[in-house]
């Protein structure tokens, strides 16, 4: 299974054979532990849940510790709806990503907050002619004659970022099976330590 849970780490640049230099985006990944099942006459469905990553046992819940009965104390669960024919509640799910493979990579992205028009929709602003005192970065008319109302999904200041995000067609440069970090080339949605789904 082409499948794995990583946390973004950095970016850099690395070479081929030719002298061409490409960027590349680091993601740590780590053990990925199934710690449930899902069969479709018990629950509907079919699909397995992941564990990955740690944190201390003090944040985890009294049942959450039992659900996962000392498998470890993982600080995310995931759900992937796939057939489990060969996988058991405490197995490590193998990574079998290498060189070349196309993957899909899903992250949640930066939240920068609450932005105004030119920032968050790339608009250009007001002139900065004469006779135009604060209207460098204002968003301009926003209403039409006539209807005197604002229309509905118009483009205007909000809060930006923060949003679930999949990048398609990423290509694994390196795969380093011993330090578990993997180098797509590309950018990845989010910052230094988010999680990132990878999906070969």
């Given at each position: ?15 081929d ?89 899903s ?13 968050r ?80």
């Open positions: 299974m082409k499948f794995t849970l990583g946390t973004k780490q950095n970016m850099t640049q690395v070479f054979e030719e002298g061409n230099v490409y960027p590349v985006t680091v993601i740590k990944t780590g053990p990925v532990v199934v710690t449930q099942i899902k069969t479709k006459e018990r629950d509907g469905y079919e699909a397995i849940q992941i564990g990955f990553g740690t944190k201390s046992s003090k944040r985890i819940s009294k049942p959450m510790k039992g659900h996962l009965k000392d498998m470890g104390n993982f600080s995310t669960l995931k759900e992937i709806q796939i057939s489990a024919a060969d996988l058991k509640v405490g197995d490590t799910v193998e990574n079998n990503l290498e060189s070349g493979d196309k993957v899909v990579v992250a949640i992205t930066k939240a920068k907050g609450f932005q105004g028009v030119v920032k929709h790339g608009f250009k602003g007001g002139p900065r002619s004469h006779g135009q005192k604060h209207s460098e970065r204002e968003p301009g008319s926003i209403g039409t004659a006539g209807y005197q109302r604002v229309f509905k999904a118009r483009r205007m200041a909000g809060r930006m970022g923060g949003d679930r995000v999949s990048v398609k067609n990423l290509l694994v440069v390196d795969f380093d099976k011993t330090t578990g970090e993997i180098l797509i080339r590309g950018a990845v949605p989010g910052r230094r330590g988010t999680l990132v789904e990878i999906n070969g």
